[in-house]
C-alpha cells in the first residue's frame, strides 16, 4: 500500500473507533441519565402513552385515575377524584410541571417502569395488552379525612392523625388546599392555573400538616410533663411543684404569667395540665435545663425531618439560654412543631410510651393486584416508660373531663387531649394559632390520635382558643376512625 493510502485507511480506522467509541459512551454510560433527561421527549411521551396507577385510600377509595386527551402527543394525564381533599397527600403529577409527593417518589410503581414490574411488561409485550402502572396503597382512612377536610372549612390549617399502635397515617389534611386536575397538562391554561396557585398568598400548595412548623404553644406542655417524669424531677402527677405565682424567668426581671385567674400556685403536674399552667411549665423547663429537654424532646422526634415517606421538615426545640429555655418549655420562643409531630407526641403517650415511625404507604401492587411490597409498622423510640405514659394518660384524660379540652370529648369513649394558644409574630402582634392534641380509647388500646391546628385570621383574638376552634376538628376525625 503506498503512502497515501495508507495514511487515509489509517485516518478512516481512527474515525471508526472514534464512533465506536462515543456509541458505548452514549449506550452504556450515559444511558440512565439520558433515559431520564426532562428534555428527552421520547421519555415523557412513552410516559404519557398508557394509564397510570392509582393512589387508593386504605378502605379501598381511588383517590386518582387517568384521563384520555386529545390534540396532544401525551395520550393521558392525570386525574383526581376531589384532588383539594386528597392533594396533601397525593402530591401532583403534571405532563409539564413533573410531579411531587407520593406522584413523585413512587412515580416508578405508578408508571409501570418499577423493576419489579418486568414480568408484567414482558407479558403485556407478548399478549397485546395495554401497559399498564402499579397500585399504591395508603393508610389513609377516607372518612376521617373527610371529617379533617370539611372541619377546617374555610379556615387556614392542618390536621394529621395516626394510628398509635402501628404509626399509619390516618388522615392529612391541609387548608387552603388546591386541586392538581387543573394544571395535570400542558396546555397555556394549565400554565395560568399553576401560576395563579403559586401567586395566591394564601399558598394552597404549601402542605401545613408536614411542611410547615408553628408555635405548639400549650400542646408542647406534655413534652415537658415528660420530661420531668422521666428525669426524677417528680415523681407524681399529684406532688405539689413547687411552683410561684407569677414566676420569674431565670436571669430576667420578666415575669411569666398565667391566661386568667387559674389555680397555678404550687399547683401538681395534673392540675397544671388541666389548666395549662404557664408558670409551672416554665419553671419546669428551667429546672431541668435546656439540655434534658432537648433530649426528651429529641426522643418524641424534634430536630430531625420525618420521611413518611413524603419528607415533613423537621421540629425544632431550639438550643438555647435559661429564659428561653423557659418559655420553649410552654411552646413558645423558638420552639417550632408541624402537625405531624405534634400528631406524634399524642400517639406516644396512648402507645404507653413507644413511639411508631409514621407512614402513609400500605402496600404497593402489581397491576395485577399481586403484593409487591407491604409496610411492617417499625418502632422510632421510646420518649418515656409506660408507667410515665399512663401517669400522661391520666393527666390528658383529665384536661378533657375537667379541663380546657372538654370539647373533644366523645360520649362513651376515653379521650385525652391538650389544647395550646400560641403566640405568636413580633411582640405576640398577630393573632394566635388554635391548636389541639388528642387521642382516643378503646378495649383495644388506642387507635387514633390527632393533631389539629387552626390559623383563623377573621376571628376576633380573645375568641381563639385550641378547645373552641381545634378541639371540634379533632373530636369529628376521632368519632371517624372509631365510626361513632
Not at 20 to 28: A, E, S, T, V
Not at 126 to 135: A, H, I, L, S, V
Request: proline fraction near 5%; aromatic fraction near 6%; charge should be positive.
Amino acid at each position: 500500500m503506498n503512502k497515501p493510502l495508507r495514511r487515509i485507511a489509517i485516518f478512516c480506522g481512527l474515525l471508526i473507533m472514534a464512533l465506536m467509541i462515543r456509541d458505548n459512551w452514549l449506550q452504556y454510560v450515559r444511558a440512565d441519565e439520558l433515559n431520564t433527561h426532562k428534555y428527552n421527549r421520547r421519555v415523557q411521551i412513552e410516559r404519557f402513552a398508557h394509564e397510570r396507577g392509582n393512589i387508593i385510600t386504605a378502605d379501598g377509595q381511588p383517590m386518582t385515575s387517568s384521563k384520555e386527551t386529545s390534540g396532544s402527543d401525551f395520550k393521558y394525564k392525570r386525574a383526581w377524584n376531589n384532588g383539594t381533599l386528597w392533594s396533601p397527600v397525593t402530591g401532583y403529577n403534571s405532563q409539564a410541571f413533573d410531579s411531587s409527593q407520593l406522584e413523585n417518589i413512587e412515580d416508578k410503581i405508578l408508571s409501570g417502569n418499577d423493576d419489579r414490574l418486568f414480568f408484567d411488561r414482558t407479558l403485556s409485550m407478548f399478549t397485546g395488552e395495554k401497559k399498564q402502572g402499579g397500585n399504591v396503597v395508603t393508610t389513609l382512612n377516607s372518612a376521617a379525612q373527610k371529617a379533617a377536610f370539611e372541619g377546617l372549612g374555610d379556615k387556614k390549617g392542618a390536621v394529621a392523625a395516626i394510628d398509635p399502635r402501628t404509626g399509619a397515617i390516618l388522615a392529612l389534611a391541609s387548608t387552603p388546599s388546591y386541586d392538581p386536575s387543573v394544571f395535570a397538562g400542558n396546555s397555556t391554561a394549565d400554565s395560568k392555573a399553576r401560576q395563579k396557585l403559586l401567586e395566591d398568598k394564601d399558598k394552597p400548595m404549601l402542605n401545613r400538616a408536614l411542611r410547615e412548623t408553628y408555635p405548639p404553644g400549650s400542646t408542647f406542655k406534655v413534652v415537658t410533663a415528660s420530661a420531668a417524669l422521666e428525669n426524677g424531677l417528680y415523681t407524681s402527677i399529684d406532688q405539689p411543684t413547687r411552683s410561684p405565682v407569677p414566676y420569674q424567668l431565670p436571669q430576667s426581671t420578666t415575669p411569666l404569667k398565667n391566661e386568667g385567674n387559674i389555680p397555678c400556685e404550687n399547683a401538681t403536674l395534673k392540675v397544671a395540665l388541666q389548666w395549662s399552667c404557664n408558670t409551672v411549665f416554665g419553671k419546669i423547663s428551667d429546672d431541668l435545663g435546656n439540655k434534658k429537654m432537648i433530649e426528651e424532646a429529641d426522643k418524641f422526634g424534634f430536630n430531625d425531618e420525618v420521611f413518611t415517606p413524603v419528607r415533613a421538615d423537621a421540629s425544632i426545640y431550639p438550643k438555647d439560654n435559661r429564659p428561653q429555655n423557659a418559655m420553649a418549655g410552654i411552646g413558645q420562643a423558638s420552639n417550632r412543631a408541624t402537625p405531624l409531630q405534634m400528631a406524634m407526641v399524642a400517639a406516644a403517650v396512648a402507645n404507653d410510651g413507644k413511639l411508631m415511625k409514621p407512614y402513609m404507604v400500605d402496600q404497593l401492587q402489581a397491576p395485577s393486584l399481586d403484593v409487591l411490597s407491604k409496610t411492617q409498622p417499625e418502632k422510632m423510640s421510646q420518649p418515656l416508660s409506660a408507667a410515665n405514659a399512663q401517669k400522661i394518660q391520666a393527666m390528658m384524660e383529665n384536661v378533657v373531663t375537667d379541663g380546657t379540652g372538654k370539647r373533644g370529648a366523645i360520649d362513651g369513649v376515653v379521650v385525652g387531649g391538650k389544647t395550646g394558644t400560641a403566640q405568636h409574630g413580633q411582640n405576640n402582634s398577630e393573632k394566635p394559632y388554635a391548636w389541639f392534641i388528642s387521642y382516643a380509647k378503646t378495649d383495644q388500646g388506642s387507635p387514633v390520635a390527632v393533631a389539629v391546628v387552626v390559623e383563623d385570621g377573621d376571628a376576633n383574638r380573645d375568641d381563639i382558643s385550641g378547645g373552641g376552634l381545634a378541639a371540634p376538628i379533632a373530636k369529628a376525625v376521632m368519632k371517624a376512625v372509631l365510626k361513632k
